[in-house]
């Protein structure tokens, strides 16, 4: 039998997220026709990557680890 499988990213169960999706779904903000988004995170200099930004294990590395999460809003 198949097995389910999921990720759960818990920044969408955020206050500020939920004010967000309430003011797009509204309509208050008009049509969304652009977003941009930043992702910020220290430099990895002088560390060993973590497994999860190392394309050879995780696949696709740092972009497919942070994008699924920041694609995750829309």
């Known amino acids: 039998m198949p097995k389910a499988q999921c990720v759960a990213f818990c920044g969408l169960l955020s206050e500020n997220i939920a004010k967000i999706r309430k003011l797009v779904e ?3 903000i008009g049509d969304v026709r652009f977003v941009t988004t930043t ?3 220290k430099p ?3 560390e ?3 497994w999860r930004v190392q394309p050879e ?3 696709g590395g740092l972009f497919f680890d942070l994008a ?3 694609l995750d809003f829309f």
Request: a neutral charge; aromatic letters at 0%; glycine letters at 16%.
């Open 26 to 28: 509204s309509g208050a």
């Open 39 to 41: 992702l910020l995170r």
């Open 57 to 59: 294990i995780a696949g």
């Open 44 to 46: 990895l200099v002088g």
């Open 48 to 50: 060993e990557l973590p």
């Open 68 to 70: 699924s999460h920041t």
